[in-house]
């Protein structure tokens, strides 16, 4: 049975948010859209954590240290540290050191802030960057690799080349070479439409290696798993907020959450209802508890 979706309004914003203890907002289309918060985003979020309600904000783009994101949320208004923010990045790097404890370099596809957070958690790692594809194919097949890399891992790159798929599907030749991506998304949304995104550099990868990454974002858990381990926080006590049913709700039911859509995003009240009518039980995962059309809606629960 899917989720019956329900507009969340009247006494049920406030027995609602009475009911939790922890929230977690995705950001681009939830809190923001490109440089311009959603108005009334930034009293609710200030306005829960004055009512000692925590706030964390989830992200599954890695072009952005957690610093990086914090001073963008406190430049909107929004009150924000840095133990707040989960983003693919930083949570790789936990995933390297604590989970799989990896002994060896990392093969980055992936931009500078990203490879900030990594080292910052001492992870050794080459990345590229911007660089001329030389010689020829020949060449490229046989470039020196480094006997030191004992993990490939794929997120956004501006920069991606040929020679840079050619090295990872060489690297994860090696059934003991980990291979990770920080999300699967295939549309990075910006105003007026968007680009391709991550995940169509990580099929790249996949197809060239014949191998499947394992996806630290949403809507996998890791990125919950995360949380509940430095803040301990109840999954029966906590919502997920998102735009996007693929990633965002998808997430929250993987991890046993209530949720919330709002409607200045991604996704649409058109989808929900096409997922709610399916046959596929997969696809029910993707209906939400709840939706709004913003998440100002929320205010007045506070009252």
């Not at 507009?7 to 914003?13: E, N, S, V």
């Not at 690297?171 to 007026?192: H, I, K, S, W």
Request: contains cysteine; hydrophobic residues 40%.
């Amino acid at each position: 049975m899917a989720a019956a979706c329900a507009p969340l309004a009247g006494d049920l914003r406030s027995q609602l948010l009475a009911s939790v203890d922890a929230l977690l907002f995705d950001c681009d289309g939830v809190l923001w859209r490109g440089e311009s918060a959603i108005p009334g985003a930034a009293q609710l979020v200030n306005r829960l954590q004055e009512r000692g309600k925590l706030v964390f904000f989830l992200t599954n783009n890695s072009t952005k240290s957690r610093e990086q994101y914090v001073e963008k949320l406190q430049r909107l208004g929004f009150r924000a540290r840095c133990q707040q923010v989960f983003a693919t990045a930083p949570c790789a790097a936990l995933y390297l050191r604590r989970e799989i404890q990896l002994c060896g370099s990392v093969y980055l596809i992936g931009g500078a802030a990203f490879r900030g957070e990594l080292q910052a958690q001492g992870i050794v790692c080459s990345c590229p960057g911007p660089e001329v594809t030389p010689g020829t194919v020949q060449v490229w097949a046989n470039e020196p690799l480094d006997p030191k890399v004992a993990a490939v891992l794929v997120g956004f790159d501006e920069h991606f080349t040929y020679l840079k798929l050619c090295r990872a599907s060489r690297y994860l030749r090696d059934p003991a070479c980990v291979f990770l991506a920080t999300n699967t998304d295939t549309l990075l949304p910006l105003e007026g439409g968007g680009i391709p995104g991550t995940g169509c550099l990580v099929k790249a990868v996949e197809a060239a290696s014949k191998r499947t990454a394992y996806v630290i974002g949403k809507p996998n858990d890791f990125m919950f798993k995360c949380i509940v381990n430095e803040h301990g926080i109840d999954p029966s006590r906590t919502v997920m907020i998102g735009d996007r049913l693929d990633t965002d709700i998808l997430m929250g039911s993987n991890c046993g959450l209530r949720t919330i859509l709002t409607l200045t995003g991604v996704s649409t009240l058109e989808e929900v209802k096409a997922h709610q009518e399916s046959d596929s039980p997969e696809r029910h995962k993707l209906v939400p508890t709840y939706y709004v059309n913003s998440v100002a809606d929320l205010l007045p629960g506070l009252e």
